[in-house]
């Protein structure tokens, strides 16, 4: 079964059923930014786009539980973890 077989499924789909699949996709994204998010740590040089589409450049000023404060140019940001990539 491919992905769109699944997204046009969704109509067919239970309430319980669309609950069940919403928290599985949760956890599987908590797990898959966790991993990420310790691959990183304070000082290393990284880069990310902002919701402009602008790429920043910026250092890792503090690794917290869910994000990433990125130090840029003296202007801090709380990244998530998955938008980023070592500059």
């Given at each position: 079964?491919t992905?769109?077989?699944m997204?046009?499924?969704?109509p067919n789909?239970?309430?319980?059923?669309?609950l069940?699949?919403?928290?599985?996709a949760?956890?599987?994204?908590?797990?898959?930014?966790?991993?990420?998010?310790?691959?990183?740590?304070?000082?290393?040089?990284?880069?990310?786009?902002?919701?402009?589409?602008?790429?920043?450049?910026?250092?890792?000023?503090?690794?917290?539980?869910k994000?990433?404060k990125?130090?840029?140019?003296?202007?801090?940001?709380?990244?998530?973890?998955?938008?980023?990539?070592?500059?």
């Amino acid at each position: 079964m491919t992905l769109q077989d699944m997204i046009d499924n969704f109509p067919n789909l239970s309430a319980s059923d669309l609950l069940a699949l919403n928290k599985a996709a949760g956890d599987a994204w908590t797990v898959r930014g966790d991993e990420i998010r310790k691959a990183f740590k304070v000082g290393d040089r990284v880069t990310f786009l902002d919701r402009s589409g602008e790429r920043l450049f910026g250092i890792i000023a503090k690794v917290m539980r869910k994000n990433i404060k990125v130090d840029v140019y003296g202007k801090n940001w709380k990244v998530s973890p998955a938008i980023l990539d070592r500059a």
